[in-house]
């Protein structure tokens, strides 16, 4: 397998930003960390070998990219509003830079997928509704998709609530609609140890979008499995490997 690592400075983040890259060509997946992660915990946490086959057969080029939770939603010194306003940096870092780097580099013109597990799963679902132009697919794995989780009551901030999905996806517009609809969705959780949260979030963005004529698969794995990387390993070649069923890889 093709490996590559990178790390060049970011104007947004006022920093350099890491990277790792595995695969030769294939739909680009951008792999978002969990929890204040590094770049480094997809392969560390061997979801990388769980899906070599993909990327290997040239389906998918996986973009594995560092974090700023430390700074943003995690830093529990800063006010709401700090918090949202580092989290956007790192938007605009994720649009108007990284985005623009993968295209180049895997020389890929369409659609990307967002994918991540815990908070990587709230990740990969904020950039996917807010910009689906960019992502057409949506593999989120145990997250939460509620900014509540991070900043309680707080969504009187614009900066807040444009990053709480289950809320701005209430009255976001058709333009954005329309691309959901024609877009891949897919949002899962367990029901077993420490998936309360995700379980609640998952219920509840799938009442959102059904109101909003927006479909997706959501899907509830069983009791016994918990919020840990041994099932996200399980779940991620499981989805990859119904999307290329579809021809959607």
Same mark, same amino acid.
């Given at each position: 397998?093709?490996?590559?690592?990178?790390?060049?400075?970011?104007?947004?983040?006022?920093?350099?930003?890491?990277?790792?890259?595995?695969?030769?060509?294939?739909?680009?997946?951008?792999?978002?960390? =969990?929890?204040?992660?590094?770049?480094?915990?997809?392969? !560390?946490?061997?979801?990388?070998?769980?899906?070599?086959?993909?990327?290997?057969?040239?389906?998918?080029?996986?973009?594995?990219?560092?974090?700023?939770?430390?700074?943003?939603?995690?830093?529990?010194?800063?006010?709401?509003?700090?918090?949202?306003?580092?989290?956007?940096?790192?938007?605009?870092?994720?649009? !108007?830079?990284?985005?623009?780097?993968?295209?180049?580099?895997?020389?890929?013109?369409?659609?990307?997928?967002?994918?991540?597990?815990?908070?990587?799963?709230?990740?990969?679902?904020?950039?996917?509704?807010?910009?689906?132009?960019?992502?057409?697919?949506?593999?989120?794995?145990?997250?939460?998709?509620?900014?509540?989780?991070?900043?309680?009551?707080?969504?009187?901030?614009?900066?807040?609530?444009?990053?709480?999905?289950? !809320?701005?996806?209430?009255?976001?517009?058709?333009?954005?609609?329309?691309?959901?609809?024609?877009?891949?969705?897919?949002?899962?959780?367990?029901?077993?140890?420490?998936?309360?949260? =995700?379980?609640?979030?998952?219920?509840?963005?799938?009442?959102?979008?059904?109101?909003?004529?927006?479909?997706?698969?959501?899907?509830?794995?069983?009791?016994?499995?918990?919020?840990?990387?041994?099932?996200?390993?399980?779940?991620?070649?499981?989805?990859?490997?119904?999307?290329?069923?579809?021809?959607?890889?």
């Amino acid at each position: 397998m093709k490996t590559e690592y990178f790390k060049f400075y970011s104007s947004h983040i006022g920093r350099e930003m890491e990277l790792k890259v595995y695969g030769h060509r294939g739909k680009p997946m951008l792999v978002f960390p =969990s929890s204040g992660g590094r770049f480094i915990e997809y392969e !560390d946490f061997k979801i990388i070998e769980a899906v070599k086959d993909f990327i290997d057969q040239g389906l998918i080029q996986v973009y594995a990219v560092d974090s700023v939770d430390n700074e943003s939603w995690l830093d529990n010194y800063k006010l709401p509003l700090e918090r949202a306003r580092r989290h956007n940096d790192y938007d605009r870092y994720i649009v !108007d830079e990284l985005v623009p780097f993968i295209k180049h580099h895997g020389g890929y013109q369409g659609g990307l997928i967002a994918t991540g597990c815990s908070m990587g799963g709230y990740h990969s679902a904020n950039f996917f509704f807010r910009h689906p132009d960019i992502f057409d697919t949506l593999i989120a794995l145990s997250g939460i998709y509620d900014a509540r989780f991070f900043v309680g009551e707080n969504l009187h901030f614009q900066e807040v609530y444009l990053n709480s999905p289950v !809320d701005y996806l209430k009255e976001i517009g058709n333009v954005y609609l329309e691309l959901y609809r024609k877009n891949n969705i897919i949002v899962c959780t367990g029901q077993g140890a420490w998936e309360e949260d =995700s379980v609640r979030d998952s219920q509840y963005l799938e009442w959102v979008l059904s109101n909003r004529g927006v479909g997706g698969w959501f899907d509830y794995w069983g009791y016994d499995v918990n919020h840990d990387w041994p099932w996200w390993r399980i779940q991620m070649p499981y989805f990859l490997g119904q999307l290329h069923s579809q021809g959607k890889l």
